[in-house]
C-alpha cells in the first residue's frame, strides 16, 4: 500500500465517522425537539384532568 492509498483509506474513515456522528447528532435533536414540544403539553394536559377530576369529585 502507497503512500496516497493510505491518505484516502484514513480520509474515508474519518468521512464515514463525522457522517455517522452527524446522523446521531441530528436524530438526538429531532427527538429532543419532539420531546420539547410534546411534554409541555402532556403536563398542561394532565393537570387540566386533575382540576376536572376534583371539580367532579366536590359535586
Not at 452527524?22 to 403536563?43: E, G, Q, R, V
Amino acid at each position: 500500500m502507497d503512500v496516497d492509498q493510505s491518505l484516502n483509506l484514513i480520509s474515508l474513515t474519518v468521512h464515514d465517522c463525522l457522517t455517522v456522528f452527524k446522523i446521531f447528532l441530528d436524530s438526538f435533536l429531532a427527538i429532543n425537539l419532539h420531546y420539547s414540544f410534546t411534554l409541555p403539553i402532556t403536563y398542561q394536559n394532565s393537570a387540566v384532568r386533575r382540576q376536572i377530576f376534583t371539580a367532579h369529585a366536590n359535586l
